[in-house]
């Protein structure tokens, strides 16, 4: 290993430095995160305080939601603050805990997605036992281990990155502190490093996916067999909005972690991190909203008393 000086912080250089440029991507992603908040904020507010949206299915709905806010305040508040800085800089320390938390929560929500995947089975091809099968206690167990999986999948190689050397250029071409820009700049092999992860994400996005897919070919076979049109298009749209989840979730995840890359495709990558981050949380409580009778019905109910309320404070 080659002589190496300690390195205290990290620059990131994903944005030109051009001051107009920086002032318009502060104003888009600004825009753009106060919608992630707004947006899923009341999803969980729906299906905490919404009788008719407590079932399962809402359950881990109001789990993916937070999953999805705060994977975005994660990254965006320190994206802002480095748009309007002089200075892109972020500590050593902040830099490896944005790493580990974006992993960890990205981790949980492709264990959710699978769980999700599971209910919407139960809930269609053995429905007399839903109740049974899917009672609050199966749930709160389900959503507690994917979360505490989530966490503890990534701690390790989370940790070792941490205590590798670091003696080239701290400059992160990336606009936050995302696993690959971070190795270029250890001084020492990182193969194996980065096997460890390919094989480690493969599993867990790959692995969940193997899930979702084979319950859906269950669903489907299932919903083939309902003799009734009407029946078979009731059964499918209950899985359209979990189906829009599963899209936007893995379709960009798997060709930045799991399809294996050369450095041709960094700027690529930058490119999908945002649709990640900004544009399938910004996406998931419109496509609940507008493909979810139950959601809808919510959202009226809530404005009418909100409105009531108002009505009546002002006489």
Known sequence: MENHSTVNEFIFIAFP??????????????????????????????TLFDLHLHSPMYFFLGNISVLEMSISTVVVPKLLAILLSCKKTIS????????????????????LLAVMSYDRYVAICNPLQYVVIMNWNTCFYMALASWMGGFLIVITPAFIK???????????????CDSSPIMKLVCMD???????????YSFVIVGSLCITIWTYIMITITIYRIPSVTGRHKAFST???????????????????????????????????????????????????????AVQTAYMDMCTK???SLFQDHI
């Not at 106060?34 to 904020?41: D, Q, R, T, W, Y």
């Not at 050593?92 to 264990?111: H, K, P």
């Not at 990182?190 to 480690?200: C, K, N």
């Not at 495709?265 to 493909?291: A, C, D, E, G, H």
């Open 17 to 46: 430095k051009i001051f107009a440029l920086e002032i318009l991507f502060f104003i888009l992603f600004l825009i753009l995160y106060i919608v992630i908040i707004s947006g899923n904020v009341s999803i969980i507010i729906l």
């Open 92 to 111: 050593f320390v902040a830099c490896f805990v944005q790493c580990y938390l974006y992993f960890a929560l990205g981790t949980t929500d492709f264990i």
């Open 162 to 176: 941490a205590m590798l050397p670091y003696c080239k250029a701290n400059e992160i071409n990336h606009f936050f």
């Open 190 to 200: 990182t193969t194996l490093i980065q096997l460890f992860d390919f094989f480690m």
């Open 239 to 293: 899985c359209l909005s979990h189906l829009f989840l599963v899209i936007l979730g893995y379709g960009g995840t798997i060709f930045i972690y799991v399809i294996p890359k050369g450095n041709y495709y960094l700027k690529l990558n930058k490119l999908v991190s945002v649709i990640t981050i900004f544009v399938t949380p910004v996406l998931s409580p419109f496509i609940f909203s507008l493909r979810n009778h």
């Open 306 to 308: 909100v409105k009531g």
